[in-house]
Structures are given as structure tokens and as C-alpha cells.
């Protein structure tokens, strides 16, 4: 793998953050929603910092806590769409989350269904500081903060390279983004504070990974010589011609590693792609990132962030509709991928990268540059500034 290792720990070091004065032990409260994986993995690695340097996190999901199923029926429905209907779901970007000058639904309305249990939380927990990572979560603690139901200060932790209005609230302290980009768009929308951190990541992404050489093992038992490419379908498998795309790349020599998540449907017809590798649910992904060439997402969701960590060139490919389209194309736009719009671009894209060269080494270089700050350490000068 190319990336110089001084460089892995220059950034590794980085987003540990400076060691933080002897104080008082702050309880946080970190509401997530369990749409997909990505969301759920932000929320653990907040939790995971903030529980290594002395605090209290607790992590609720904010679709538990909607009543009467309504939150398990909008995960099945979003579900549903991304995997069969992106049609619908490019439906609903446009009317409920795309930005516009235009009247445009909101989501409070649903998000206030869990209002009094997120209320009730915090005080229960005491918490100093609440931190959401989901954007109905989003909007309900800038509600609640604007009634003067949660006392305690809220911080959103965008998780999204192109954010959408359903994110912003103003009634929220804080706004803690992935790029400068997404923090101009917020701070244009609403009066708030807003910082750029980059992506939350865990550190094991930046270390080197003790798995790696058994998946390089795997990789050359399965096609010798081949360079493993990364597909991408999200924790869900969704991705519209998965199979297509892993079938071009056999026929140009790679190895593709089809990412089926948690999709059975989908690895039982990857796995008939002659040439290709279709695995289930990784618990290794660090390793994983390690040990391929390139990464083919779809999403610019979590997964091409931990690539962009590992030091791993990321291609968007047929990205899932709204926020995966606007966010592959935000991620081209910054330098730290390219989007390939069609089969040959995708192949020409991969014969650049995937080979030990200069470009590959600017393109890992520009992907570690987005991993700013640490996040979890402004939202501790949050708490610490409420409680002066």
C-alpha cells in the first residue's frame, strides 16, 4: 500500500486531539438513528472517544423512541426504496430534502413524536451536552432547544458531504461538518455556529492493520494476480447494477470484491459473477481497506470515508439517488475521489489508481487532509462553556 506511514500518524495523532485539562467527568447523550449502519457507526466512535477520556456517553436510537412502530416502518420504507425503488426515494430527496427557494414539507413533525423521551433522557442522564448524528435527530433537539425543553446544549455532527435541508435547525449550538464547503451552506441557512472537523473516524482506519495479509491472502488464493477493487452496496446492499459493474471489472482483470452487507439476495447473485468475490457482513474492515487497490462506492457515505482514511482512492460509480448522488459528485468536486459516470470511465479511473504512482499517492494525500480536528473536542469545549 502506498501513503507514507509518518503521514498515517501525523493524522492519527491529529484527530486525537490535545489532552484535555483535569475537569469534571461530562455526560453526553448521543442520539442516532439505525438507518443503514453509517449513522450508528458515528454515534460508537463518539461514544468510544468520549468514554476513553473519563465521560459518560450514552447512544439512544432515535426510531426506538417514535411510537407505534412508526420508526421500524420509515427504516422498512427507506430500506425498501434504496434497494428496489430508488425512483421513490429520488422522489422524496427532492421534496423533502433537497434545498429551495420553493414551500418544502419538514420532518419536525415526525421528529416531535420523540420529543418528551429525548427530553426525558437528558434529564435523566443528566446529560451536559447532546449530540445528534442523525438528521430528524437533528431537528428535534433544535426544537426542543428553541422551547426550552432540553436545557442542556445541542451539537449536530453532520455525517453528510452534501447536506440537505432537513439537517438544520437553528435552535441547535453548535454544527460540526466534514468539509468547509457543507459549513458555508449551513451557515448561509441558519445563524449558528459552525465548524469545520471532518469525518469521525476510528483510529484503527488510520493505523496499519494487523488483518490485511490474511485478506491479501484470500484475495491471491481466489484470482492470482488480480488487483482487488472494492464494491461498495452499503450495510443494506443497495446498489442498482451491482453485478453489472462487477462483471466489467472480471473481464479487465481485477478481482472485484463485491460488499454485500447485510443483503443475502444480493451475494447470492454476486457470488454468480464469474471472476468475482462476494462477502457478507465485514468485521474487519480496517484490514479490508488495507489489503485492496480502490474502493467503488455509491453512498459517500461512511464505508468511502474509511477508505479515504486507510488511504484507500475511492471512485463514485452509479450512486444511489439524492443524497449518495449530491454526495459522490460533492466528493469529486473536493479532489479526494473521482466520479465515473459510465463504464469506461470507471475502468480508466481504476488503471490510474490502482497502480503504484504518483496520482494515486496525491489522491490518498487529499483524502487525509479532510480528517481535520477532533470532533468530540469541541464538543466538549461546548459542555465546558454551558456549565462556566
Known amino acids: ?35 443503514g449502519a453509517g449513522h450508528d ?18 447512544v439512544v436510537d432515535l426510531l426506538r423512541l417514535l411510537p407505534a412502530g412508526s420508526g421500524t416502518a420509515l427504516r422498512s420504507f427507506y430500506r425498501s426504496s434504496v434497494r428496489h425503488y430508488p425512483w421513490a426515494y429520488a422522489g422524496l430527496y427532492r421534496a423533502f430534502l433537497r434545498p429551495g427557494t420553493r414551500y418544502r414539507p419538514s420532518g419536525l413533525p415526525l421528529a416531535r413524536l420523540a420529543g418528551g423521551p429525548v427530553a426525558e433522557l437528558a434529564e435523566r442522564t443528566e446529560a451536559d451536552v447532546v449530540v445528534s448524528v442523525f438528521h430528524l435527530a437533528a431537528q428535534l433537539t433544535g426544537h426542543l432547544r428553541a422551547e426550552g425543553r432540553l436545557r442542556c446544549p445541542s451539537a449536530v455532527c453532520l455525517t453528510d458531504f452534501a447536506v440537505h435541508r432537513q439537517w438544520l435547525h437553528p435552535g ?28 469521525v473516524v476510528a483510529p484503527g482506519f488510520f493505523a496499519p492493520a494487523a488483518g490485511a495479509s490474511a485478506w491479501r491472502r484470500r484475495f491471491e488464493r481466489y484470482a492470482p494476480g488480480r488487483p482487488p477493487v472494492l464494491l461498495s452496496a452499503g450495510a443494506w446492499g443497495a446498489a442498482p447494477g451491482l453485478e453489472d459493474t462487477a462483471r466489467l471489472l472480471a473481464a479487465a482483470g481485477y478481482l472485484p470484491v463485491v460488499l454485500c452487507g447485510r443483503n443475502e439476495r444480493l451475494r447470492a447473485r454476486a457470488s454468480g459473477v464469474p471472476g468475482a468475490l462476494a462477502v457478507d457482513w465485514v468485521t474487519d474492515m480496517p484490514g479490508l481497506l488495507r489489503a485492496a487497490r480502490v474502493l467503488v462506492d455509491n453512498a459517500a457515505g461512511q464505508t468511502a470515508v474509511q477508505a479515504l482514511a486507510s488511504g484507500l482512492p475511492v471512485v463514485g460509480h452509479r450512486p444511489l439517488p439524492g443524497h449518495g448522488a449530491e454526495g459522490v459528485a460533492r ?11 459510465d463504464g469506461p470511465a470507471l475502468l480508466r479511473a481504476l488503471g ?18 479532510l480528517f481535520r480536528a477532533d470532533a468530540l473536542a469541541r464538543v466538549e469545549a461546548l459542555a465546558d462553556s454551558f456549565a462556566g
Open 1 to 35: 500500500m502506498s501513503g507514507h506511514p509518518d503521514a498515517v500518524h501525523s493524522v492519527s495523532s491529529a484527530l486525537s486531539g490535545p489532552a484535555r485539562p483535569a475537569g469534571r467527568t461530562l455526560r453526553m447523550l448521543i442520539v442516532s438513528a439505525s438507518m
Open 41 to 58: 457507526t458515528v454515534a460508537r466512535e463518539l461514544a468510544r472517544r468520549a468514554r476513553s477520556r473519563g465521560h459518560r456517553a450514552s
Open 172 to 199: 441547535n449550538d453548535v454544527y460540526l461538518c466534514l468539509t468547509d464547503q457543507v459549513a458555508w451552506e449551513v451557515g448561509r441557512s441558519i445563524t449558528v455556529p459552525v465548524e469545520t472537523t471532518g469525518p
Open 331 to 341: 466528493m469529486a468536486a473536493l479532489g479526494v475521489s473521482e466520479a465515473a459516470p
Open 352 to 369: 490510474r489508481l490502482s497502480a503504484d504512482a504518483p496520482e494515486r499517492d496525491r489522491g490518498i494525500a487529499r483524502g487525509r487532509e
